[in-house]
């Protein structure tokens, strides 16, 4: 996928989260949340301007973790002087965005026929469901349109409920 694809599957992945983040009462914290997933959906592919290889390392399992790690620490910390209990919630409400946004980039690349090794170093298992080519740009757009259609949905629908 390219960036509009990368967003789309983001904010696709998001919007569950968005619903029960706004459901809850918490309308600006969806919508952090929602801007740093978007903001982290290409990150993976930082790679391409590094010396690794493509779909390489930062397309694992294990980069999501560490992007959650740090995502979730960034949480920690602006919650502080909030409490423990909203301090642990914010760097768990991180710490699911960032791990959310790299996993969904990941979920997406495997979509194309070159894929992804997710598991590696622990599996060398190859993952491609060969649906669409990369650089298809309808495929990116409707991507990019499924994700702020689910986004928009779930806005409305949790606070339709309030």
Same mark, same amino acid.
């Given at each position: 996928?390219?960036?509009?694809?990368?967003?789309?599957?983001?904010?696709?992945?998001?919007?569950? +989260?968005? %619903?029960?983040? &706004?459901?809850?009462?918490?309308?600006?914290?969806?919508?952090?949340?929602? /801007?740093? +997933? =978007?903001? #982290? /959906?290409?990150?993976?592919?930082?790679?391409?301007?590094?010396?690794?290889?493509?779909?390489?390392?930062t397309?694992?399992?294990?980069?999501?973790?560490?992007?959650? #790690?740090?995502?979730?620490?960034?949480?920690?910390l602006?919650?502080?002087?909030?409490?423990? /209990? &909203?301090? #642990?919630?914010?760097?768990? %409400?991180?710490?699911?965005?960032? &791990?959310? =946004?790299?996993? *969904?980039?990941?979920?997406?690349?495997?979509?194309?026929?070159?894929?992804?090794?997710?598991?590696?170093?622990? *599996?060398?298992?190859?993952?491609?469901?060969?649906v +669409?080519?990369?650089?298809?740009? +309808?495929?990116?757009?409707? %991507?990019?349109?499924?994700?702020l259609?689910?986004?928009?949905? /779930?806005?409305?629908?949790?606070? *339709?409920?309030?």
């Amino acid at each position: 996928m390219y960036r509009n694809g990368h967003y789309g599957a983001a904010l696709l992945a998001y919007a569950p +989260v968005a %619903f029960a983040v &706004t459901a809850a009462g918490y309308q600006t914290l969806a919508l952090a949340g929602g /801007a740093a +997933v =978007a903001a #982290l /959906a290409t990150l993976p592919d930082v790679d391409v301007k590094l010396p690794i290889p493509h779909r390489g390392p930062t397309h694992t399992l294990w980069f999501a973790l560490a992007v959650g #790690l740090a995502t979730g620490t960034g949480g920690l910390l602006l919650g502080r002087q909030l409490g423990v /209990a &909203t301090a #642990l919630a914010l760097g768990g %409400f991180g710490f699911l965005v960032g &791990t959310l =946004a790299i996993c *969904s980039h990941i979920a997406a690349d495997a979509l194309t026929p070159m894929g992804v090794t997710p598991f590696t170093p622990l *599996s060398g298992r190859h993952v491609t469901y060969d649906v +669409v080519k990369a650089k298809n740009r +309808v495929a990116n757009y409707l %991507f990019l349109v499924a994700g702020l259609g689910a986004i928009a949905g /779930a806005f409305a629908a949790a606070v *339709s409920l309030q």
